[in-house]
């Protein structure tokens, strides 16, 4: 019996992606997740999963440090990427990040179970007619990627709080931690970004992010 971690924010999205793995997938499992907090419990408690639909633009997570950090600490479990995000450059970007395969929201339900059926086969899937990658410019993110993997699960949290623009009591309070605590967080977070600031490690998170197209979901 299939095992299936669909994580979005989106609760209509969410059901058609649902929808369509039970129609498939007869006697599936499908558990999901509604943002990055909910999405580490799951796959935690879910770490036998045999794939995981991600939504590139989840609360809790910038661009793809969402995929960055969920693939360095569960490398095990396939993760194919949902996004209305079309374009060629954050596709690749994508599968050099660790994504088994890239789903762009206007999918048809066709397309979506002939992703899953290629990836659970071990294979990549890609939206067709998309252009290689040897045609686009590097963009020299991937020290960024290997170090938000190497995070905690708590660093992970501070430092997308940071990047988010909340203070040590407003990362403190959402964490139910002290402010004390939260500085031994940022501490090691610098450490490992090589940075000297709280200004530099936003900046440095900043590499991952992904602007989502206007109106998209």
Do not use: C
């Amino acid at each position: 019996m299939p095992k299936f971690i669909v994580a979005d924010d989106h609760p209509l999205f969410r059901t058609a992606l649902v929808q369509a793995l039970d129609k498939h997938f007869a006697n599936s499992e499908v558990i999901q997740a509604e943002d990055m907090e909910s999405l580490q419990h799951q796959v935690n408690q879910h770490s036998d999963a045999d794939l995981l639909l991600l939504d590139l633009h989840m609360p809790g997570a910038n661009g793809f440090s969402g995929l960055v950090f969920i693939n360095g600490h569960f490398p095990h479990i396939p993760i194919i990427v949902v996004s209305a995000n079309e374009q060629a450059s954050i596709i690749h970007q994508a599968v050099e990040y660790g994504a088994a395969g890239f789903l762009p929201k206007s999918s048809s339900p066709e397309s979506i179970v002939a992703a899953i059926d290629k990836v659970l086969a071990g294979d990549i899937w890609l939206p067709p007619n998309l252009p290689p990658a040897s045609q686009l410019a590097p963009n020299g993110r991937e020290n960024i990627a290997e170090v938000v993997a190497s995070f905690t699960p708590q660093q992970f949290r501070v430092a997308n709080m940071l990047a988010d623009g909340l203070l040590n009591k407003q990362i403190a309070y959402e964490m139910e931690v002290t402010e004390a605590t939260v500085k031994a967080h940022l501490t090691a977070i610098f450490r490992k970004l090589g940075v000297h600031s709280r200004t530099q490690a936003v900046l440095a998170m900043n590499q991952l992010e992904v602007s989502p197209p206007p109106g998209a979901l």
